[in-house]
């Protein structure tokens, strides 16, 4: 029986989605793809899955990049739909109404790194390396990349990733703020496992606020920015969680919310 590409499991509310190709550092082909699309539209629709924690099998890769052995033989035609391909399936992640953690557990290259950018939130092991090393290949990022770092962090640090190629340190991902958080590698899965909990006992409805106003943010001018935010908080007020939520203040207990 020939090994899944995607190994899921959920408890708790978290749904852990691990890419299985170690053999191949999780490089995304086709296949790859598609199942992390399949997957991800599963997660949103499921209402037993409050937050999703996305990473790589074996002890060397997150993801390596996009399948350069699949690559290597495309058309213009065929890499503009490879691109498209992985593109839609990671702003399909952006645009989850549920918060996402990429668990960087070693090589973040390439499409890895458009994939963990892609999530909401990202902890690193301090044994990764990130970067866009397409230019080595001839290539550039075709997964929202070149977007999405300059979103991160700014045109400087894009263009010296992108421009050079060279891999960085988790440190210095930290320091540039492409991830959230370093952690010894041997703490990984525990401090994304903690980040997860509290995520998934939190109001499913503001978190889900919470993050179209970011996604909207983003990419609006800020009048519209704030006028969307205070539509979105007036919003709150038709939900359980909030009464819920304030009124657990008042009694000095923990709230219990239930996304409705
Ligand atoms: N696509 C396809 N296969 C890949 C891959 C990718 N992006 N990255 C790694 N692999 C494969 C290797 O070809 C090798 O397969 P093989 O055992 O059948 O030869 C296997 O994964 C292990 O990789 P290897 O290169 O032997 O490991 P390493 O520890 O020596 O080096 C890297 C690790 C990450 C530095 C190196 O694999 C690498 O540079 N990968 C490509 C990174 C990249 O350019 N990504 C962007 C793609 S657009």
Redesign the pocket.
């Known amino acids: 029986m020939t090994e899944p590409l995607l190994l899921i499991d959920t408890a708790d509310g978290i749904r852990t989605l691990r890419i299985n190709r170690p ?3 999780n ?1 995304l082909n086709a296949g790859v793809i598609d199942a992390l699309d399949a997957a991800f539209a599963d997660a949103g629709r499921d209402p037993d899955v409050r937050v999703v924690v996305l990473t790589g099998a074996g002890p ?2 997150f993801v ?6 699949e690559m290597h033989a495309l058309s213009p035609a065929h890499g503009r739909d490879f691109s498209l391909r992985g593109s839609r399936m990671m702003r399909r992640i952006e645009r989850l109404p549920k918060p996402v953690i990429a668990m960087i557990n070693g ?1 973040a ?3 890895g790194l458009e994939l963990a950018m892609s999530c909401h939130l990202r902890i690193a092991a301090d044994t990764a390396k990130l970067g866009q ?2 230019i ?2 001839g ?1 550039i990022p075709g997964f929202g990349g070149s977007q999405r770092l300059l979103r991160l962090c700014g045109r400087a640090a894009t263009l010296e990733l992108c421009l050079t190629g060279a891999p960085i340190t988790a440190e210095r991902a930290l320091q540039l703020g492409i991830v959230n958080r370093v952690v010894p590698a041997a703490e990984l899965e525990a401090e994304t496992g903690r980040l997860a909990a509290q995520l998934a006992t939190a109001a499913p409805l503001a978190l889900r606020g919470l993050l179209d106003c970011v996604n909207i943010g983003g990419e609006c001018g800020l009048e519209e920015g704030l006028e969307y935010e205070s539509a979105q908080f007036g919003l709150m007020f038709a939900t359980h969680d909030m009464r819920e939520g304030t009124a657990a203040f008042l009694d000095k207990r923990k709230p219990a919310f239930t996304g409705t």
């Open positions: 053999d191949k550092l490089a060397k890769a390596a990049g996009a399948d350069i052995a090589f290259l390439g499409g090393p397409e080595n290949l290539l």
